[in-house]
């Protein structure tokens, strides 16, 4: 952290732990919720804490726990593998608002009906959690992030007196499913996340792991009340809307999609096959890119899977049609004398393909739709290659 953050930081602590000297029912506490941005970053939206202070003069914090430090040494490798530590920060609610106008996103506001004594309990965990010593936490986007941290700190201000009454009958929504409806009008994006994020993500979350989602956690903060402190009471006093910007027309439709994109490929792929055959060759540098960026994408998901700190990238079992070995299988069909092992490899590669399927079938994990002509292709061109590679070795016609 630069010397001027340090300065700035120093500050807002001082400014904070004045506040907690001046009495509670002083102070209005709210819960701020953003809509998602154009990036895939904030396509989730965020949450915050306001804390106004009643009076013209009267100092307006959020605080904030979707923050981290660009100055973090090996700021990208600890990012890439789950390492890199978020942060509580402290700014004006003046400049948080500049912020989010200035990116035209809406911000929601929801002030709670706490008692003098629930918010002297919030302030002090605040407090303890703005300590340089402590301000800092091991971040975890489902079940440790923005919004979990607020509403775990909400849980120790009011303790039990909490009720969030959560619905009888909810619709079942899994991890993904949930994710899906923030990234669906972003399909490179679904598809990467699709492909990064293994089994673990296909589970259903129950409501309260649903609040990892600013937007879910703003509704269950309308359901729930206060009870055994004096009668019983809705935990959100207000609601306010604090910016607001029209919907823009836009079409989400776009040729540069994964579906348009794969099934070209797919088409591309058995035009060259059906025009092999017909020739009695074999078009190995079409096999050559397809198996190799399969096999650079199987080292990435091994990498998520085993060499990272991420809790979502675990049992990924897109290993099993993106897998490492065809990296090999890409490098060993460039030569010219091929391998007496590649038959029987393209024979496993089939094998793990039709058990990535039986996975997508049984519901196990979710691959994304966009991946059915990449199957197609796999299926296609090592069926090919086992049934044509060892004739095309006798006629010399391998491509």
């Known amino acids: 952290?630069?010397?001027?953050?340090?300065?700035?930081?120093?500050?807002?602590?001082?400014?904070?732990?004045?506040?907690?000297?001046?009495?509670?029912?002083?102070?209005?506490?709210?819960?701020?919720?953003?809509?998602?941005?154009?990036?895939?970053?904030?396509?989730?939206?965020?949450s915050a804490i306001r804390i106004r202070q009643i009076g013209s003069q009267g100092k307006d914090l959020v605080f904030n726990y979707g923050t981290f430090d660009f100055q973090t040494p090996n700021f990208y490798g600890?990012?890439?593998?789950?390492?890199?530590?978020?942060?509580?920060?402290?700014t004006t609610y003046d400049q948080f608002v500049v912020e989010y106008y200035r990116d035209k996103r809406e911000i929601r506001e929801q002030v709670l009906d706490l008692s003098a004594e629930q918010?002297?309990?919030?302030?002090?965990?605040?407090?303890?959690?703005?300590?340089?010593?402590?301000?800092?936490?091991?971040?975890?986007?489902?079940?440790?992030?923005?919004?979990?941290?607020?509403?775990?700190?909400?849980e120790i201000a009011v303790g039990k007196q909490l009720v969030w009454n959560d619905p009888v009958n909810p619709e079942e929504k899994t991890f993904r499913n949930l994710i899906d409806e923030y990234v669906y009008p972003l399909p490179w994006a679904d598809l990467g996340i699709d492909l990064a994020l293994g089994a673990v993500i296909d589970r259903d979350a129950t409501e309260r792991e649903e609040q990892y989602l600013p937007d879910y956690m703003e509704q269950a903060f309308a359901r729930a009340t206060i009870e055994g402190d004096g009668p019983t009471r809705p935990l959100v006093r207000e609601s306010r809307i604090i910016l607001e910007f029209p919907e823009e027309a836009s079409s989400s439709f776009s040729l540069m999609n994964p579906y348009l994109i794969f099934w070209l490929v797919a088409v591309i792929y058995g035009v060259f096959t059906f025009l092999?055959?017909?020739?009695?060759?074999?078009?190995?540098?079409?096999?050559?890119?397809?198996?190799?960026?399969?096999?650079?994408?199987?080292?990435?998901?091994?990498?998520?899977?085993?060499?990272?700190?991420?809790?979502?990238?675990?049992?990924?079992?897109?290993?099993?049609?993106?897998?490492?070995?065809?990296?090999?299988?890409?490098?060993?069909?460039?030569?010219?004398?091929?391998?007496?092992?590649?038959?029987?490899y393209l024979l496993g590669a089939l094998v793990l393909a039709v058990l990535a399927l039986l996975i997508w079938i049984l519901g196990f994990q979710s691959f994304h739709p966009s991946l059915v002509p990449l199957f197609l292709v796999l299926f296609l061109r090592a069926n090919f290659l086992y049934y044509n590679l060892d004739q095309g070795k006798k006629t010399g016609l391998n491509g």
């Open 1 to 46: 952290m630069s010397r001027n953050k340090k300065i700035v930081s120093i500050f807002f602590f001082l400014i904070f732990m004045a506040l907690g000297h001046v009495q509670a029912q002083m102070f209005e506490v709210s819960l701020l919720t953003c809509g998602p941005g154009e990036e895939l970053y904030s396509s989730f939206g965020h």
């Open 78 to 90: 600890k990012f890439a593998t789950g390492k890199l530590n978020y942060m509580l920060s402290v």
């Open 119 to 154: 918010k002297d309990f919030l302030l002090q965990h605040l407090e303890a959690q703005y300590d340089p010593a402590r301000r800092y936490y091991k971040y975890d986007f489902f079940f440790n992030n923005c919004a979990t941290k607020i509403r775990d700190a909400f």
């Open 276 to 344: 092999d055959k017909k020739k009695g060759k074999i078009s190995l540098g079409l096999d050559v890119v397809f198996f190799g960026v399969l096999g650079l994408l199987g080292f990435l998901v091994l990498f998520l899977w085993f060499f990272t700190d991420h809790s979502a990238t675990k049992w990924n079992w897109n290993l099993l049609w993106a897998f490492p070995g065809h990296l090999i299988l890409a490098i060993a069909l460039l030569k010219k004398n091929k391998a007496a092992w590649i038959g029987k």
